[in-house]
């Protein structure tokens, strides 16, 4: 396997705000320890899909207050602000902002609006005093086959895809539950859902792009995801182009995790080994982050 260089580990986060100034200050504490020069990733999460009846937004963690698509689009230009007045110069930052596919608003109206935002975001970012060398935002959620049914998923990346203009794309920063690993390869997918099914809400829609959580010291998160790069390459002609790797080592601190808490650069290292022990599915592992709470 050819040698790879860790990269710089940022700190994504499980959101229970959106205010602008809170969010500024928590962009400028994550941005003044990235490295000159370096390209990165982060994730914000503000949670659960909802619509309250007169408008799409989410269920923030924590509080799980109502949230407004225009609340979650101030507190990323706040975090973005924040980020960029204080990260090393020369870095580029990719925000994602996400979701998860968790309850019952998880529908394809959500999954517009949702794009739509960061549409808005993008657009945002180019204006002057444009951020637009440094900055790009892009779409998340967190889909995991245990939160929810393949169909109601999909019709969220549906939504999501037709409205989605480049460079909105989102990444899945879920996971593959139950999937093919190396001591169990005839596992199916959890929740009704098939490998089809996983493959086309983390890369096979136009939006689609694979950020996948790597938890267990195991390594078996590490071989799922393999295997899903292998069946895409193998069924669909491509190998999934995987930018990074997520842990939650900062949010386990302190809790039971019995095993799901992967060091980013234990997670970097599994994903990067596992994709690149097998020509089939080689590609550079280019990002690594790390989950925790908001308030932390």
Not at 50 to 72: H, P
Not at 251 to 273: F, H, I, M
Request: glycine share 8%; proline share 5%; aromatic share 14%.
């Amino acid at each position: 396997m050819a040698r790879f260089h860790l990269p710089y580990a940022t700190v994504s986060r499980y959101m229970q705000t959106t205010d602008w100034d809170a969010s500024r200050a928590r962009g400028c504490n994550d941005g003044e320890n990235v490295p000159e020069g370096e390209d990165v990733v982060v994730i914000l999460d503000y949670g659960q899909p909802w619509f309250d009846g007169n408008e799409y937004g989410t269920i923030v963690f924590g509080t799980y207050d109502f949230r407004s698509m225009a609340q979650v689009e101030e507190g990323a230009k706040g975090y973005i602000t924040g980020f960029f007045e204080c990260m090393g110069r020369n870095a580029y930052l990719t925000l994602a902002v996400g979701v998860n596919n968790y309850g019952r608003e998880v529908t394809r109206e959500h999954g517009a609006a949702w794009a739509a935002m960061i549409n808005d975001l993008n657009t945002w970012v180019a204006t002057p005093p444009s951020y637009a060398g440094s900055v790009t935002v892009r779409g998340a959620s967190d889909i995991e086959p245990s939160f929810n049914g393949p169909l109601v998923t999909r019709a969220w990346v549906d939504g999501y895809n037709a409205a989605m203009l480049s460079p909105s794309f989102y990444y899945d920063f879920g996971s593959c539950d139950s999937c093919p690993f190396t001591d169990c390869p005839s596992c199916d997918p959890a929740n009704d859902w098939e490998l089809e099914d996983i493959w086309y809400v983390s890369y096979g829609a136009t939006a689609a792009l694979p950020l996948p959580e790597i938890y267990l010291q195991s390594g078996v998160n590490a071989e799922q995801w393999q295997r899903m790069s292998l069946y895409s390459s193998t069924v669909h002609g491509q190998a999934m182009m995987m930018r990074g790797s997520l842990t939650q080592w900062r949010a386990c601190q302190g809790k039971e995790c019995y095993g799901v808490d992967n060091r980013p650069d234990q997670g970097w290292s599994q994903l990067t080994a596992a994709l690149n022990a097998d020509p089939r599915t080689a590609v550079p592992v280019s990002w690594a982050t790390d989950m925790t709470w908001e308030s932390q």
